[in-house]
C-alpha cells in the first residue's frame, strides 16, 4: 500500500513541480510555464494545443512550433527549446553526451559498433528515417512522398505571421525580421554556445520558414506518422545504407533490371535493417 501512495506521489510531482523561489508552477518534464490546459495533455498535446491556440505563436508560425517540440537529451532528458535543422551534432550543455538532434543516437570518436568504423572518425549511426540523411532531399521530393501517404503540411506562412508583418508600424528592420526565419538555433560563438535565430530568408512556399527548417518540418511530419522513406533512396544510396551497417550488399546479376535490383535491395534493407518508432 506504501508503495502505491509512494508512485501517485510520483507522478503528481512529475506533472507540475511548483518553484518555490520564483513563486510559479512549471511542468517538471517539458520545463514550461504551468498552464491549465496542460491538465491532463501530455507535453507533446499541450504543446500543440499551444501552436494551435496561441496568436503570438501563431505569428512566429511553424518557427515557434518547431521551438516548442525541441530537442531532448537521451542521456540526462534535459530539454531545449531549439529546432533540430543545420548541424546535426548536438551537445548538451547538463551533461557530457553528444548525440544526433535528429534521432538521439550517440557521436562517437571511437565507435566499436564495427571494425569499419575505426576508419570514420567522429559520428553516429543514424536510421534512413532521420533528418541526417532526409534533410538531403529535395523539398518537393519529400512533399510528395507525404502526399502519397495522405499525410498534410503546411506550405505558405500562417495569416497570423503574415497579417504581423503587413500590420507593423515599427521599423523596416523589424518588419522584416517577421519575414525571416525565426527558428532559434544552439550556435557556437567566442563566448560559447548560444541560443540565436536563424535569420535567414524564408524560402517561397516553405511556410515562413527556410528551406533548411521547413525539409526538418516536413521530415517531423514523417516521422510522426511512422512512415518509411526507404521508397526515396536510389539504387546506390540503399548500397550504402546496408555497407554502413556490415551488412551484405547483394550483387547486381549480369542481366537483372536496376529496378529489379533496387527492389531486392530493398527487401534486404527491410529484413536487415528494420525501422522502430520514435
Avoid at 559520428?123 to 519529400?142: I, K
Wanted: net charge negative.
Amino acid at each position: 500500500m506504501t508503495n502505491v501512495i509512494l508512485d501517485s506521489l510520483m507522478r503528481l510531482v512529475e506533472i507540475r513541480l511548483h518553484v518555490q523561489l520564483a513563486k510559479k508552477e512549471m511542468c517538471f518534464k517539458c520545463k514550461k510555464p504551468w498552464e491549465r490546459e496542460h491538465e491532463g495533455l501530455t507535453c507533446d498535446q499541450f504543446a500543440q494545443w499551444k501552436h494551435d491556440n496561441d496568436p503570438q505563436l501563431q505569428q512566429q508560425g511553424l518557427a515557434a512550433h518547431l521551438e516548442a517540440n525541441g530537442i531532448e537529451c537521451p542521456a540526462c532528458h534535459s530539454r531545449y527549446d531549439l529546432a533540430r535543422g543545420g548541424c546535426m551534432h548536438f551537445k548538451c550543455t547538463q551533461c557530457p553526451n553528444e548525440f544526433c538532434s535528429g534521432c538521439g543516437q550517440t557521436f562517437k570518436q571511437q565507435c566499436k559498433k564495427f571494425a569499419s568504423c575505426a576508419k570514420r572518425g567522429l559520428h553516429a549511426h543514424h536510421p534512413r528515417d532521420c533528418l541526417f540523411y532526409l534533410r538531403d532531399f529535395l523539398v518537393q521530393e519529400l512533399q510528395d512522398f507525404l502526399e502519397k501517404n495522405n499525410v498534410q503540411f503546411d506550405k505558405e506562412p500562417p495569416k497570423a505571421q503574415l497579417e504581423a508583418a503587413a500590420q507593423n508600424n515599427g521599423d523596416q528592420k523589424e518588419k522584416q525580421s517577421l519575414l525571416k526565419c525565426r527558428v532559434m538555433l544552439q550556435k557556437e560563438t567566442a563566448d560559447g554556445l548560444k541560443d540565436e535565430p536563424c535569420g535567414t530568408e524564408a524560402a517561397a512556399g516553405c511556410a515562413g520558414l527556410c528551406m533548411v527548417h521547413y525539409k526538418e518540418y516536413l521530415v517531423g511530419k514523417l516521422n510522426n506518422a511512422h512512415l518509411d522513406p526507404i521508397s526515396l533512396y536510389n539504387m546506390n544510396q540503399l548500397q550504402a545504407m546496408l555497407s554502413r551497417e556490415d551488412k551484405v550488399v547483394p550483387e547486381k546479376e549480369e542481366e537483372e533490371e536496376e529496378n529489379e535490383y533496387t527492389k531486392r535491395l530493398v527487401k534486404s534493407i527491410e529484413a536487415e535493417l528494420p525501422l522502430g518508432h520514435k
